[in-house]
């Protein structure tokens, strides 16, 4: 179990990278799980630590609806009977889990909708849980714990629901997956957008937080956030100069780019090469826009 106290009250259990997240514990006059995706026994020996346990957990909040982040949302409500909350486009695809495969890209006609089901199920087992949120957020709204208040913010592009969570006093952002990992920005659903993803992270720059909070990085808590969220950006860039490149090269469609990965060069799992393909798509749909190149009769081309 590792932890990270990042002010009184408000902790980060640590989960990691995918197929785990980090895990933001207050304990103020509630005891609040945001994302709850780091191991369950961790998260228990977290709050034995503070002479608390699971059962205690009054509310969970939802950044958005990637099974990493929701996995074990159901299994402590069923512990501690906690009120769920999620934003106004997460709250449905929660309470209806077909919509949540529909939106994420895997309806039922998806040839890949088995194997990334198995994944889910067998990396991030709960995530498929029937449940329902209890309280449906909107940007811009206020939780007040005493004296920590918290704060949504939407930052769509990752996904159209992803929200960050802005902690006002120590004044800390809770950036989810915006996460300033090595891999970078993750656009990997047809509903994901480059264009949105890059406004937010213009967004959380031009916030005054004293710390952002990674939702996947092992050391949390980043002090010069601008600085790498600068850089983090900047990997939309050159993977776009990597499929250009491809397509120069003599790439005609989509499937010929991806025979040589990109976003995944090591494609350990048959569903990555589905992620692959829809970020590859959205950079053709940008090339195409940027006038850098065209489509015709579906062979794409440099102009």
Known sequence: MTFSKLTDGVFVVIGG??????SIVIIADEVVVIDPGCPVEDLRGF????????????TVILSHIHPDHIVHTMRLNRLSNCRIAANEITAPLFDEKEEMKRFLGFEKGNPVRKLWEQLVNEK????????????????????????????TLYTPGHLPDHMCIEILEPNLVFASDIDLTEFGPYYGHPNSSIRDFKNSIRKLQHGKYSGFISGHLKEPLVVDYKDRLTAYSRQIGMREDLVLSSILEGAKTIPEITANPIIYPSLTHPVFLQFETWMIEHHVASLIASGLIEEDKGKLSPI
């Open 124 to 151: 991030m087992y709960g995530a498929f849980d029937e449940g329902r949120v209890d309280e449906v957020l909107s940007n811009g709204d206020k939780f007040s714990l005493g004296d920590i208040t918290l704060k």
């Open 47 to 58: 709050l034995m630590t503070h002479d608390l346990n699971l059962r205690d957990i009054d």
């Open 17 to 22: 990278t995918f197929p785990r997240c980090n």
